[in-house]
T-cell receptor, first 113, second 111 residues
Framework: DSGVTQTPKHLITATGQRVTLRCSPR?????VYWYQQSLDQGLQFLIQ???????AKGNILERFSAQQFPDLHSELNLSSLELGDSALYFC????????????FGPGTRLTVL | GQQLNQSPQSMFIQEGEDVSMNCTSS?????WLWYKQDPGEGPVLLIA?????ELTSNGRLTAQFGITRKDSFLNISASIPSDVGIYFC???????????FGEGTQLTVNP
């Protein structure tokens, strides 16, 4: 158990809908990272927050947004969902920025029908 | 942007054999990390490397940070069935905090 929690574990929704994925980092970690992993592919970095502020942005679509709250949990919002958004979404946390060791949560499997 | 080439893409070995996989980068990295991912689970950190030339072991796993700072390898000795999974390398460049991940090596161990 990495100490990073993600909810929900599974999410099934329809095209055009909007969903919110939630992540709680390890106790004491200030940085949260979001990754997307499509079937049989590697991990694509989406976005990083550090202590409530956006710190780095990767290949995140304009339909996606994220935020980190004062209690350091983070939410990833995905809107106008398309079939191609079906993937595993992982959250990771680390103690600082720049990151060295990142610890991953169990992921949320999103299926868009 | 930074790119990582991880090889091989897949390996099929017999239980007891040793395994080696590596990653090369188009640019210099300050940190190399190796993760293992089981199906449907999150990646689990195996080894972290912070200095060029550093050689670090974790049980039957050994990883090295290349002298050029553009490569790293992971060795698994005396493989066992529970070593099955996808192994990812990840590196952090000289600026910024994001990690770049390799495409993964799918390891299959036949009993």
């Amino acid at each position: 158990d990495s100490g990073v929690t993600q909810t929900p574990k599974h999410l099934i929704t329809a095209t055009g809908q909007r969903v919110t994925l939630r992540c709680s980092p390890r106790s004491g970690d200030l940085s949260v990272y979001w990754y997307q992993q499509s079937l049989d592919q590697g991990l694509q970095f989406l976005i990083q927050y550090y202590n409530g502020e956006e710190r780095a942005k990767g290949n995140i679509l304009e339909r996606f947004s994220a935020q980190q709250f004062p209690d350091l949990h983070s939410e990833l919002n995905l809107s106008s969902l398309e079939l191609g958004d079906s993937a595993l979404y992982f959250c990771a946390s680390s103690s600082g920025s720049p990151a060295n060791e990142q610890f991953f949560g169990p992921g949320t499997r999103l299926t868009v029908l | 942007g930074q790119q990582l080439n991880q090889s091989p893409q897949s390996m099929f070995i017999q239980e007891g054999e040793d395994v080696s996989m590596n990653c090369t980068s188009s640019s210099i990295f300050n940190t190399w990390l190796w993760y293992k991912q089981d199906p449907g689970e999150g990646p689990v950190l195996l080894i972290a490397l912070y200095k060029a030339g550093e050689l670090t072991s974790n049980g039957r796993l050994t990883a090295q940070f290349g002298i050029t700072r553009k490569d790293s390898f992971l060795n698994i000795s005396a493989s066992i069935p529970s070593d099955v999974g996808i192994y990812f390398c990840a590196g952090r460049g000289t600026s910024g905090s994001r990690l770049t991940f390799g495409e993964g090596t799918q390891l299959t161990v036949n009993p």
